[in-house]
């Protein structure tokens, strides 16, 4: 082993410009693969977050078959003691019930549908960045008045503003009759026109009294410490809850976020793939032109007695120094630039109004996980390896006698 270490690493500096070539692919592909790699999971989960601390939360305690059908008696009997006890059991105070309804509301001119959100008020603002994106007015104070908060959209097609009064009409969980006049306290403005023109929250005791809830809800909202956390908490809930209820984690309740996530995913993963061979062919160029060029002196050794396994393992051992010379040094620097950017973040020409109507961050941070640091580089040192399979076996078709006779 020791002199064939030590003939594979002479023979990779026996033409020094090509051998740095080489590996000079390896360390920008590395980088490249380090780098976009990162900049996809800090945007995936900026996506994830975005979605969800709107109104779904990481995961939702419901009625069963309410997440497909949303009937008003699908409900969560006693709703606030469940809350209640989750925040008890869980030590999370980071959730919240929510009633859900559909009703017509009507100003002065004009009537639109929308769903209507029973929230609390003091735990809404704990899993909900809508509170938060109150452009004119307040969010709701008690859980008893008689006030709407309704978005810019929506505003804008009842022609109604602060102070105003918008009339409720739609059914009661009994399927009796539900109506009541609110007053607008609030407007949001989210940069989502579909939420901003068909969604509006009252506080859940005004919802309880309108629609004839009697205590009851439609969903437990629930917000992990971090995103790793949900899968934990998901089965600590399914301990702590009854059997007429279920939960339903993000994935359940948002299947298109992560569709277009895997649809992304798909298309960057063609554009790696390509990358990894257009490497993987610049070794196996490498290996075939230093194979070929010292057959000469392999129809002498193999003369000698020398095996052609030997003779292939020395190759693929030029190619394992070269890419683990590439793997590290390209990780390493991968990884410095994505550090750099994940602590300074960057951002594209043109982005800031986009990101500002979508309530996206102006600056994109990359996220260095071991994962995008370790997959891109692995991936290309086992190209490489294969890549070099050919002038490997190559030597298995060597004749020691017209080998010596190539000059």
Same mark, same amino acid.
């Given at each position: ?12 500096? !026996?033409?020094?410009? !090509? ?6 692919a ?14 996809q999971?800090g945007?995936?989960e ?8 709107f109104?779904?939360?990481?995961? +939702? ?14 409900v ?14 869980l ?20 009537? &639109? ?13 704990r ?24 978005g810019?959209v929506?505003?804008?097609?009842l ?13 009661? !969980? %009994?399927?009796?009759?539900?109506? /009541?006049?609110a ?10 026109? %579909?939420?901003?023109?068909g969604?509006?929250?009252?506080? *859940? ?6 629609? &004839? ?27 702590? *809850?009854?059997d ?6 993000w ?7 992560? +569709?277009?996530?895997? /649809?992304?995913l798909?298309?960057?993963? *063609? ?43 020395l ?13 590290c040094?390209?990780a ?6 994505t550090?750099?950017?994940? &602590?300074?973040?960057f ?9 500002? +109507? ?8 990359? +996220?260095?996980?071991?994962?995008s ?16 399979? &050919? ?11 017209? /080998?010596?006779?190539?000059?």
């Open positions: 082993m020791g002199i064939t270490f030590r003939l594979a690493w002479r023979n990779l500096w !026996r033409h020094p410009r !090509r051998t740095w070539l080489t590996i000079s390896m360390i920008f592909s590395n980088a490249v693969l380090v780098f976009m790699m990162s900049l999971l945007t995936y900026l996506m994830i977050g975005n979605t969800l601390q109104l779904t939360g990481h995961m +939702q305690v419901q009625a069963p078959g309410f997440k497909d059908d949303m009937k008003m008696r699908q969560v009997n006693d709703i606030d003691a469940l809350a209640e006890t989750l925040r008890d059991q030590k999370l105070e980071d959730i919240t019930p929510r009633s859900s309804g559909f009703a017509l509301l009507s100003s002065d001119s004009r009537s &639109y549908g929308a769903q209507i959100l029973g929230v609390d008020p003091e735990y809404e603002r899993v909900s960045i809508i509170p938060s994106l109150v452009k004119q007015g307040r969010f709701l104070d008690t859980r008893e008045a008689p006030e709407i908060v309704i810019e929506l505003a804008r097609n022609k109604a503003d602060l102070g105003d009064e918008v009339t409720l009409l739609g059914s009661g !969980r %009994d399927g009796s009759f539900a109506a /009541a006049v007053t607008v306290v609030g407007i949001f403005h989210s940069g989502i026109t %579909d939420l901003d023109r969604i509006a929250e009252v506080p *859940i005791g005004f919802f309880d009294d309108v629609f &004839y809830m009697q205590g009851a809800g439609h969903s437990v909202v629930l917000i992990t410490p971090g995103f790793w956390m949900i899968e934990p908490y998901k089965v600590r809930v399914e301990e702590l *809850i009854e007429d209820v279920v939960v339903h984690d994935d359940a309740l948002q299947p298109g976020l992560k +569709q277009a996530i895997q /649809a992304d798909s298309g960057a993963m *063609i554009i790696y793939t390509v990358l990894v061979i257009l490497v993987a062919f610049s070794v196996m160029n490498t290996q075939l032109m230093s194979v070929l060029e010292r057959t000469h002196e392999f129809g002498v050794v193999m003369s000698l007695g020398v095996k052609p396994a030997r003779l292939g393992w190759v693929i051992l030029e190619t394992t120094l070269m890419g683990l010379g590439g793997l040094l390209g390493a620097a991968g990884g410095l630039i550090l750099w950017f994940s &602590y300074n973040g951002s594209f020409p043109g982005m800031d109004q986009m990101a500002a +109507q979508f309530n996206l961050p102006q600056r994109f941070f990359p +996220q260095v996980t071991l994962l640091l370790c997959l891109g580089p692995t991936i290309v040192f086992i190209g490489s390896l294969l890549s070099s399979g &050919y002038p490997a076996l190559r030597l298995f078709w060597l004749r020691p006698v017209e /080998a010596m006779r190539t000059v």
